[in-house]
């Protein structure tokens, strides 16, 4: 008999322990890897609630058989659902849309007073396609690419002169800080911290947070945070997440994102990792992703409906 009901604090390992076992399933991501899971955990979902979200744990729900987790659904604190779901298992993600349909989009992150839903979907996944087809959903057009590399040798890095890539941790965190959010916010350049966010402190306490997979580039002639980068390893899986990546805009265009990637791999291939993934978004971060070498092998799409 199926049961469902909602997450608890409890549940935390019990779900790493499912996604781990979806990937030796599946070899992919037909359900999120345990590292993005984590990092939900310890740095995303605790951005959200400090920044006015919803506490995602509130809208986790999970679905079992006799006490074993079969399928679990969440969003990231906002009117989507991701639906992560065992093989054999696929025949509840209409009742698992039923749920998502009644909660989600009722989220007041970022509220744009529109009542509606976006259910996220890989191509490959064609029962849920088809199922959201029949509902109406509509697909949007930007999607994420599920991308892939094998750790399997040494990459040689390329740098130009005067910079080169660093890992670990610094002396103030402020400052990696700070690289990784001008990357995505050029605007706030101006802006230094002198706290470091409660998000980013948190993240050191997760259990496969690890500041030997923190990589930068550094400008040696005035110390600068050029890039930055993390990867979230998993050894039980032998996998890589990278999340977050980003580069200042001042030193764009320059090969820091390939560097750090490559350097990334380097590390993983030193500790018996197999495989590193990323969902990039948009042609230009898939760009770089597949400069140094990752490949794709599913896309992941957004279908969205007014309700």
């Not at 992919?28 to 920044?51: A, C, F, H, T």
């Not at 980068?229 to 764009?252: C, F, G, N, Q």
């Amino acid at each position: 008999m199926i049961t469902t009901r909602k997450y608890n604090d409890r549940d935390y390992d019990k779900v790493i322990k499912f996604l781990q076992k979806q990937y030796h399933l599946n070899k992919n991501e037909d359900s999120w890897l345990p590292q993005r899971w984590e990092d939900m955990e310890y740095r995303v979902g605790v951005m959200v609630v400090d920044r006015g979200g919803e506490d995602w744990h509130d809208g986790i729900y999970l679905w079992e058989e006799n006490d074993k987790l079969v399928a679990v659904m969440n969003s990231e604190g906002k009117k989507e659902a991701f639906m992560h779901i065992s093989k054999g298992y696929e025949y509840l993600f209409p009742e698992m849309l039923n749920i998502a349909e009644q909660i989600y989009p009722n989220a007041k992150y970022k509220d744009d007073g529109i009542k509606k839903l976006s259910v996220y979907a890989v191509d490959s996944n064609k029962y849920k396609t088809e199922e959201l087809t029949k509902r109406s959903y509509e697909k949007e057009e930007e999607h994420s690419y599920f991308k892939k590399v094998e750790c399997n040798r040494m990459n040689k890095i390329e740098l130009p002169q005067g910079f080169e890539v660093i890992n670990g941790s610094l002396e103030d965190n402020s400052i990696a800080y700070d690289a990784c959010h001008w990357g995505f916010h050029p605007e706030t350049e101006d802006e230094k911290s002198t706290v470091i966010p409660h998000d980013w402190k948190i993240r050191e306490q997760a259990p496969m947070f690890d500041y030997k997979f923190q990589i930068m580039i550094r400008n040696k002639e005035n110390n600068d945070i050029c890039s930055y980068l993390y990867v979230w390893v998993d050894k039980v899986t032998k996998t890589a997440y990278v999340e977050p990546m980003s580069t200042r805009e001042k030193y764009r265009k320059k090969g820091f994102g390939k560097a750090m990637l490559l350097h990334a791999q380097n590390l993983l291939f030193e500790d018996g990792i197999k495989y590193c993934f990323v969902n990039p978004f948009a042609e230009h971060r898939d760009r770089v992703y597949s400069s140094a070498g990752f490949t794709t092998f599913d896309e992941k799409f957004v279908w969205t409906k007014k309700l």
